[in-house]
Every structure is written in C-alpha cells, then in structure tokens.
C-alpha cells in the first residue's frame, strides 16, 4: 500500500510535514518531494515544537520528514515525543548522523526509513520514492556496520521466533529485511514476486504479532543475528 492510499482521504492529496531547522534543507527536500508528485502538500517546521504544533493543527499528516538535531528537545527525546503522540504518522529521519548505531536507534523507535544529510539528490529521490510507494528507505551499507560492530550473542536464536515456527524462507525475508532491503530489493535478491515477499512477510508477522511494518523492521533488526541462524539451520 502507498503512501497515497494511507491518506485519510483518498480523494486529497497526501500532506508531508518536513521539519528542519535549516531552509535550505526543508527547501531541497520539498523540490525533491513534488518533482516525484506535484499534487502533495508540504507543511514546514523548524524545531520540535514547532513541528508538534503542525501536527496538531494538521491531523491529515501522512508523512513526516525530520531532522532530530532541532531546538526544543534532545534529538530522541524529540523523536519518542511525536512517536508517542502520533504513533500511526510514518516517520522518515532526516539527518547528518552517519554512525549506525544511531540508525539503529531511530528504527527501535519505529521510523520506516533514514536519509543521511550527505546523501546525493538522486539518493534522496530514490528514498522518498520508496517512502511514497509504501516501503522502507534505509542506508543497508550504515545498517550492516552496525550488525558487524555489534558483539556476538551469548543466547541461542531467540525463543518467540524459534516457537513461531518461522519457515526458511520467512527467516530469510526477515534477515534481508532487518540489513535495510526494501520488498522490491528482497523481492530481486530472492528472485521471487514482490507479492510473493509480502506474503511470506505477512505470514512471519502474524506468527511473530507484529501488527505493523515498523515493527517488523524493528524485530528484524534487534534479531538479525539469531534470525540468521534459524535461516541457516533450516
């Protein structure tokens, strides 16, 4: 499902909120955003309260694109506040930060992608398209140092996902899923139907109760390691 479809009304055009405390950020990112669809709306914001202040006023939200580094709060201070007011508005982390155990960070808080500010405009355009489209945008070479640098586990794959009872092929979505692969990436890698991946995706989400893609991402990530060896053992 889109980033379209999700709006609260079909027939409006979706509204994204781009907060950054720097113009000329909000100003690249708005170019970026209505070149791939001219009929969004874009509200702005420079700072957390700010934002929060939109978002009140603007319940149609569909989409929100943040800097974390803004005046009003620490940066996940920030981030837990608008996620704990706004739980179903898609949050995109905009952001200077490149050291992956920050990315890792703002996925355990349910964002569905992450654009560094080094980023290229083709970079960028390719994310939000992503983004707009219903899936997830993360940098997968920041989410893989990130594993790497992580210590090995002292525990055997984790114990909900060995009762659920996921298949190989479940395990193995998940895996590709937690290193920051869209559908369509997983879908290529597998050399199956994207139809296919959702499948397979839904089937591991309802056995793992995740009711959300977030989740499953957030899941995926915090258990990569142990998944991969379910996948490997199957």
């Known amino acids: 499902m889109s980033m379209m479809d999700r709006a609260p009304d079909l027939g409006s055009p979706l ?13 690249s990112l708005k170019q970026v955003a209505q070149g791939l669809d001219s009929n969004l709306r874009i509200e702005e914001a420079g700072g957390f309260n700010e934002a929060l202040a939109v978002l009140q006023d603007n319940p149609d939200v569909g989409l929100l694109l943040i800097d974390l580094v803004m005046p009003g709060f620490t940066e996940m201070e920030g981030l837990r506040l608008i996620r704990s007011n706004y739980p179903s508005i898609p949050i ?9 155990h920050y990315v890792l960070r703002a996925i355990q808080h349910g964002v569905i992608g992450y654009i560094p500010k080094s980023s290229g405009p083709e970079e960028i355009q390719l994310a939000l398209q ?8 993360f940098p997968r070479n920041l989410i893989a140092r990130g594993w790497s640098e ?20 479940e395990s ?7 290193s920051g692969c869209s559908i369509q ?3 290529g890698q597998l050399e199956i139907s994207r139809q296919t991946v959702r499948v397979h995706l839904g089937n591991a989400m309802r056995k793992l109760d995740l009711r959300t893609r977030e989740a499953a991402i957030r899941y995926a990530v915090e258990n990569g390691e142990a998944l991969a060896q379910m996948r490997d053992r199957a």
């Open 150 to 169: 992580q210590p090995p586990p002292e525990t055997p794959p984790a114990p909900d996902a060995a009762r659920a009872g996921l298949s190989r092929r």
């Open 185 to 187: 990436d997983i879908a």
């Open 172 to 178: 193995e979505i998940l895996v590709l899923l937690g």
């Open 15 to 27: 509204t994204i909120l781009i907060a950054d405390d720097h113009w000329v950020v909000r100003e």
């Open 92 to 100: 995109v982390i905009v952001s200077v930060h490149e050291d992956p």
């Open 130 to 137: 992503r983004v707009l489209a219903g899936e997830v945008a």
